[in-house]
């Protein structure tokens, strides 16, 4: 049950793009389908973004979308906005009905 | 909307006891999972528990097993926490959330310090 890992920094310019990896092993991420992504910003309570990989909730712009690689799994935002600057965590099923979250990401709009 | 209140933070002492409590509304509670994810100061998210609809079945992290116990009442809309043994490195944020194969709609959190 160890933390899945992230970069802890990502930085992108105003309408640019920005990817963030979640590296897991094949009894987490690369195991099944179930990752979700998380953003947070500061003193608020996680919102999540995608779910299965790379489904959106209803009401998440299409900026932000979701895929996976093997043991990886990947969050893009395109168009960065302003208000995309927050922490953004990685989640995952590792089996036996536990999950795992990532170590964190903090994403900073130039 | 789905809204998810929870309740019972506070100060308690190493050793402690502390009960958490969750109230949902707008949605059918029964008929979802539910999850515990805790969140240290300056660190990040910690699942850790979740129970089946109809509380048959429980699951917890490795670092909490045996001393915290997830339950629920459906009769009440209500999910719980119950907290033993309580150390410093239990200091957190406790949010509860309905679970989807992951935490899916989150409350906006109970703060628990345990300090002497």
């Known amino acids: 049950q160890s933390a899945l890992t992230q970069p802890p920094s990502a930085s992108g310019s105003p309408g640019q793009s920005v990817t963030i990896s979640c590296t897991g092993t094949?009894?987490?991420?690369?195991?099944?389908?179930?990752v979700s992504w998380y953003q947070q910003h500061p003193g608020k309570a996680p919102k999540r973004m995608i779910y299965?990989?790379?489904k959106r909730p209803s009401g998440v712009p299409d900026r932000f979308s979701g895929s996976k690689s093997g043991n990886t799994a990947s969050l893009t935002v395109s168009g960065l906005q302003a208000e995309d600057e927050a922490d953004y965590y990685c989640?995952?099923?590792?089996?036996?009905?536990?999950?795992?979250f990532g170590t964190g990401t903090k994403v900073t709009v130039l | 909307e789905v809204q998810l209140v929870e309740s019972g933070g506070g100060l308690v002492q190493p050793g402690g006891s502390l009960r958490l409590s969750c109230a949902a509304s707008?949605?059918?509670?029964?008929?979802?999972?539910m999850s515990w994810v805790r969140q240290a100061p300056g660190k990040g998210l910690e699942w850790l528990a979740n129970?089946?609809?109809?509380?048959?079945?429980?699951y917890y992290v490795d670092s909490v097993k045996g001393r915290f116990t997830i339950s629920r009442d459906n009769a009440q809309n209500s999910l719980y926490l119950q907290m033993i043994t309580l150390r410093a490195e239990d200091t957190a944020i406790y949010y509860c959330?309905?679970?989807?194969?992951?935490?899916?709609?989150w409350g906006q959190g109970a703060l628990v310090i345990v300090s002497s």
């Open positions: 707008g949605f059918t509670f029964s008929s979802y999972w």
């Open positions: 299965e990989v790379s």
């Open positions: 959330a309905t679970d989807s194969w992951g935490p899916a709609h």
């Open positions: 989640c995952s099923y590792a089996g036996s009905n536990i999950f795992v």
């Open positions: 094949s009894s987490d991420v690369g195991g099944y389908k179930y």
């Open positions: 129970i089946k609809e109809d509380g048959s079945e429980k």
